[in-house]
């Protein structure tokens, strides 16, 4: 039974025959990108990056992530519904960030107006690492489950990608490790199919909308774009978001549920007794708080300063985040001494929030991207699993986890965006 990549012991040329195959397969099968290339390689396609073999994950640590998705989903609803929350926990941040002001003035307008659609889509993607909690674990060693610690990165809220080629990538590596010679039990690699739930969610806001002459009138409004400063570049994009937010059309998301998916919010949500004002059962609590990873604010006060010393004395133990998404914005290392640096008693660093850095579980795969060298390597894993919600001030309508992925990326790789160039899609190996 499949246990670690690291025990598959194959020639170079039973590797090329199956690097070869499973590229192949990928462009068959919709596993693709463009190039990126210029000119007439503009519209030529290559495989999504990919890892070659499943990551291994443990049985209980993915059931653990799973599990925790509904609540989380109803969570991340409730805090967006909550405009005192959202007010208090944003005030210095829209003082100081001009996109995340830009949509809290739509999110006013829309509550002066008075709203039009009661009913919130949210489509997302919760962001885990596995904690290893033994530092003489050396990469692709298997590790016990109670030595690993699920710790949420991030909640998606806005544009989750990934859903629809997480199903493929299950079937690439079946036709892999089945190459390899490999035996693994059908558990070990589960049917996973993250777009069929998310389809579903969409069909069901429509359903919910209520009315089928939708050549009439638009019911869904589906957000793929609209996560970056770059894609406003003028006053008319904002106007048009305004005018979808005024508009009967149920949002996914809402711009209060892209608030909601701020940093800055999930920072806010570690506070004690922040949890408690959403969530009333005290084992749900516990086990959502549990996932959360250390993190500070850089508000420009006695809480801020203290934040600022400790990732002054030791960078390398931290992450800073700034309200985006996407990958590839976050600071590291001496970039975050040189912020600091600069912005030490200035009100920008409030755009900011501080997190500790997850020590990861490495593992050994072959990593099948441009750029990368194709041999057996150090990575580390990110695990996302997808939920569907909808719901009201005062209703909950849907509610449900619909599957999930892995992000794997060489260990010492800060940033772990796909779409970004950081990473490859992965699955897990149950154990």
């Known amino acids: ?4 990549i690291k025990d598959v012991d194959l020639s170079d040329k039973r590797l090329q025959e199956i690097l070869s ?21 503009a519209e030529k396609v290559l495989p999504a990056p990919y890892s070659l073999f499943p990551s291994v994950v443990p049985a209980p640590i993915l059931e653990h992530a799973k599990s925790t998705m509904t609540h989380f989903n109803r969570l991340m609803h409730k805090v967006s519904m909550d405009h005192e929350f959202l007010e208090q926990s944003l ?22 107006s008075g709203i039009k659609q009661p009913l919130h889509l949210g489509l997302f993607r919760n962001d885990f690492m596995l904690n290893c909690l033994d530092d003489s674990v050396s990469p692709g060693q298997i590790v016990s489950a109670d030595r690993l610690v699920l710790k949420q990165i991030e909640f998606n809220t806005i544009a989750t990608s990934g859903g629809g ?16 010679g490999k035996d693994f039990k059908p558990e070990q690699l589960p049917d996973n199919k993250p777009a069929v739930g998310l389809a579903d969610g969409l069909v069901k806001a429509w359903e919910l909308y209520g009315n089928p002459r939708d050549g009439d009138e638009v019911a869904l409004i589906y957000l793929r774009d609209g996560y970056t400063a770059e894609s406003h570049t003028s006053q008319k994009e904002w106007d048009a978001r305004l005018k979808c937010e005024l508009s009967r059309a149920i949002k996914c998301p809402s711009v209060q549920l892209q608030l909601a998916g701020a940093k800055k919010i999930q920072q806010e949500l570690t506070r004690p007794g922040a949890l408690e004002r959403f969530v009333s059962d005290p084992q749900v609590v516990n086990t959502l708080r549990d996932t959360f990873a250390d993190q500070y604010s850089l508000d420009l006060n006695q809480e801020g300063d203290a934040a600022v010393k400790l990732a002054l ?39 900011y929030i501080l997190m500790e850095k997850i020590s990861s579980w490495q593992q050994k795969n072959y990593l099948v991207k441009p750029g990368v060298p194709f041999a057996l390597s150090d990575v580390v894993s990110e695990l996302g699993v997808y939920g569907v919600y909808i719901g009201s001030a005062d209703s909950e309508v849907v509610n449900f986890e619909c599957g999930h992925m892995l992000k794997t990326k060489i260990h010492g790789t800060n940033e772990a965006g796909i779409c970004a160039g950081f990473a490859v899609l992965d699955m897990p190996l149950v154990i």
């Open 1 to 4: 039974m499949a246990t670690s």
């Open 165 to 180: 080629i997480a199903s493929q990538i299950t079937d690439l590596h079946r036709l892999s490790l089945g190459m390899a």
């Open 21 to 41: 195959v499973a590229n192949d397969w990928a462009l068959c099968n919709g596993t693709s990108i463009k190039s990126g290339a210029n000119g007439v390689e």
């Open 91 to 112: 005030k210095n941040v829209i003082q100081v960030d001009p996109f995340m002001l830009s949509l809290w003035n739509v999110y006013c307008k829309v509550r002066e």
């Open 313 to 351: 004395q030791s960078p390398e133990k931290f992450v800073l985040k700034p309200q985006r998404e996407g990958g590839g914005n976050n600071l590291y290392n001496d970039d975050i001494t040189n912020f600091f640096t600069e912005h030490n008693r200035s009100k920008e660093r409030s755009a």
